[in-house]
């Protein structure tokens, strides 16, 4: 009996209204994979953002445990936000663990993979600065170029500005050689078919971050000419390959780790905080942190840090004055009205400790913001805003997208709920592993029952 063999394919930034709304004509392998497997929505992190929900998925444990937030550390003493890498989770990913010591993997454009590690296979790592090794074997570049394809970090492709003729090929190049070296592993071309696959095609949320403008009622452009509804088109033809390879010994686990939605403006939360006197900029508009008590988190954080004695360089509050400053902190951010809209610009601050248990809990910011409205955001630190153009974007994450499966480790037509801890134990279920003991999260698509599979 062939050992059973595992593809996962993530579709990283699906809004399923919208493959709803173009159909199974036009984009017929999404459709096909509810239509032929198991399926249902996939819920995110309480801060829907692709590098924590990565590292949940694939260490089987919450961000409190794992300890990543963000791209990046979410408390740095200087003030300057470090990229987090592949030494930072605090456990281990699927890929490196012993239970996966006999199986050949291979794995494609997954934030946290570099610097690279070796495995028993091949890595095409998720670098955020420029490198010349990005791989493991350091040689698979080359091996990869002889046959014409040429992966591209997302580093290289970041918004910068250029008009849509130039950017959007870019991006869609990107991940058309990402599928190209997930297809020619899969089908053999470096030797055996790795017994586990694993590719993220990032296009649909890069794409989506810069025009979703073009999807708005009154947009004048047309559908084939949307930047997004290539990218899902895209992403329908890789998805389409990949169905074709499940047999069964074979099965195919699709998902996103965030939904996407509308965007209208972002609002920086340290001149709500400068307003109140907890922030105070120096005169050339930089924060002046001697004298600052709270400022905003990294982007994606969606948090609120207090400048904490012996956490931060030029700490002013001490841990005695931590739970009334946070308290003050909290107060100003719920009165806080967004001038565009005449309405409450947050839902709710919350302490780290209502939404997160466990070891790596100091790693989250001290308050996450809930917003009261999706469509206007905190800005977040504003060392990178300028770095990727940020207020350039008109759609930005929600908190929920899908997930689906096809093959023998799924039972067609059963539906449900899922989460990212989830994604884990149906790997190992995919693979016809024990389940992981140290681990959360239940196998989807597993159990006959529950709601079918429907885009909505």
């Given at each position: 009996?062939?050992?059973?063999?595992?593809?996962?394919?993530?579709?990283?930034?699906?809004?399923?209204?919208?493959?709803?709304?173009?159909?199974?004509?036009?984009?017929?392998?999404?459709?096909?994979?509810?239509?032929?497997?198991?399926?249902?929505?996939?819920?995110?992190?309480?801060?829907?953002?692709?590098?924590?929900?990565?590292?949940?998925?694939?260490?089987?444990?919450?961000?409190?445990?794992?300890?990543?937030?963000?791209?990046?550390?979410?408390?740095?003493?200087?003030?300057?936000?470090?990229?987090?890498?592949?030494?930072?989770?605090?456990?281990?990913?699927?890929?490196?663990?012993?239970?996966?010591?006999?199986?050949?993997?291979?794995?494609?454009?997954?934030?946290?993979?570099?610097?690279?590690?070796?495995?028993?296979?091949?890595?095409?790592?998720?670098?955020?600065?420029?490198?010349?090794?990005?791989?493991?074997?350091?040689?698979?570049?080359?091996?990869?170029?002889?046959?014409?394809?040429?992966?591209?970090?997302?580093?290289?492709?970041?918004?910068?500005?250029?008009?849509?003729?130039?950017?959007?090929?870019?991006?869609?190049?990107?991940?058309?050689?990402?599928?190209?070296?997930?297809?020619?592993l899969l089908r053999g071309g470096l030797g055996t078919p790795p017994d586990l696959t694993i590719v993220n095609m990032t296009a649909i949320d890069r794409l989506s971050h810069f025009y979703w403008q073009e999807l708005e009622p009154g947009s004048q452009v047309a559908e084939d000419d949307q930047a997004i509804f290539q990218a899902y088109q895209l992403c329908d033809r890789l998805l389409g390959e990949l169905l074709d390879l499940v047999d069964g010994s074979t099965s195919l686990f699709c998902f996103s780790e965030?939904?996407?939605?509308?965007?209208?403006?972002?609002?920086?939360?340290?001149?709500?905080?400068?307003?109140?006197?907890?922030?105070?900029?120096?005169?050339?508009?930089?924060?002046?942190?001697?004298?600052?008590?709270?400022?905003?988190?990294?982007?994606?954080?969606?948090?609120?840090?207090?400048?904490?004695?012996?956490?931060?360089?030029?700490?002013?509050?001490?841990?005695?004055?931590?739970?009334?400053?946070?308290?003050?902190?909290?107060?100003?951010?719920?009165?806080?009205?967004?001038?565009?809209?005449?309405?409450?610009?947050?839902?709710?601050?919350?302490?780290?400790?209502?939404?997160?248990?466990?070891?790596?809990?100091?790693?989250?910011?001290?308050?996450?913001?809930?917003?009261?409205?999706?469509?206007?955001?905190?800005?977040?630190?504003?060392?990178?805003?300028?770095?990727?153009?940020?207020?350039?974007?008109?759609?930005?994450?929600?908190?929920?997208?899908?997930?689906?499966?096809?093959?023998?480790?799924?039972?067609?037509?059963?539906?449900?709920?899922?989460?990212?801890?989830?994604?884990?134990?149906?790997?190992?279920?995919?693979?016809?592993?024990?389940?992981?003991?140290?681990?959360?999260?239940?196998?989807?698509?597993?159990?006959?029952?529950?709601?079918?599979?429907?885009?909505?």
């Amino acid at each position: 009996m062939a050992r059973s063999r595992a593809i996962v394919l993530i579709a990283e930034g699906v809004e399923t209204s919208l493959v709803a709304r173009w159909g199974p004509e036009r984009l017929p392998n999404f459709h096909r994979l509810f239509a032929e497997g198991a399926g249902g929505l996939m819920h995110s992190e309480f801060v829907p953002y692709e590098p924590s929900g990565l590292f949940t998925a694939f260490t089987g444990v919450e961000p409190a445990t794992h300890g990543c937030f963000s791209y990046w550390e979410v408390h740095t003493p200087d003030y300057v936000p470090r990229v987090l890498d592949s030494g930072d989770s605090r456990r281990p990913f699927l890929w490196h663990r012993p239970e996966l010591g006999d199986r050949t993997v291979a794995v494609i454009n997954v934030f946290g993979t570099h610097p690279v590690q070796p495995v028993n296979g091949h890595v095409i790592s998720y670098p955020m600065r420029s490198t010349l090794h990005a791989c493991h074997p350091r040689d698979l570049p080359i091996q990869l170029a002889e046959v014409g394809i040429k992966p591209v970090h997302d580093v290289t492709v970041w918004f910068a500005g250029q008009p849509k003729s130039e950017r959007v090929p870019l991006i869609l190049g990107a991940d058309e050689q990402r599928a190209a070296a997930a297809l020619h592993l899969l089908r053999g071309g470096l030797g055996t078919p790795p017994d586990l696959t694993i590719v993220n095609m990032t296009a649909i949320d890069r794409l989506s971050h810069f025009y979703w403008q073009e999807l708005e009622p009154g947009s004048q452009v047309a559908e084939d000419d949307q930047a997004i509804f290539q990218a899902y088109q895209l992403c329908d033809r890789l998805l389409g390959e990949l169905l074709d390879l499940v047999d069964g010994s074979t099965s195919l686990f699709c998902f996103s780790e965030i939904g996407f939605g509308p965007l209208r403006s972002y609002q920086s939360v340290n001149d709500v905080l400068a307003k109140a006197g907890l922030l105070t900029y120096a005169a050339d508009g930089v924060i002046d942190f001697t004298r600052t008590r709270a400022f905003e988190a990294v982007q994606g954080a969606a948090g609120v840090n207090l400048n904490l004695v012996g956490r931060q360089r030029d700490g002013v509050v001490t841990g005695a004055e931590y739970d009334s400053v946070l308290a003050e902190v909290r107060a100003v951010l719920t009165e806080y009205v967004n001038p565009l809209t005449g309405r409450l610009f947050l839902a709710d601050a919350i302490p780290r400790d209502k939404i997160h248990t466990g070891p790596a809990i100091e790693e989250a910011p001290d308050l996450i913001m809930e917003p009261a409205d999706w469509r206007y955001l905190a800005f977040g630190d504003m060392y990178w805003v300028s770095r990727v153009t940020r207020w350039l974007q008109s759609g930005w994450h929600r908190r929920d997208s899908f997930w689906g499966g096809v093959g023998p480790a799924f039972v067609p037509g059963s539906g449900g709920a899922g989460s990212l801890t989830d994604v884990m134990p149906t790997i190992a279920q995919m693979l016809d592993l024990p389940a992981f003991a140290d681990t959360s999260g239940t196998p989807l698509g597993h159990a006959p029952g529950g709601p079918a599979p429907t885009w909505r």
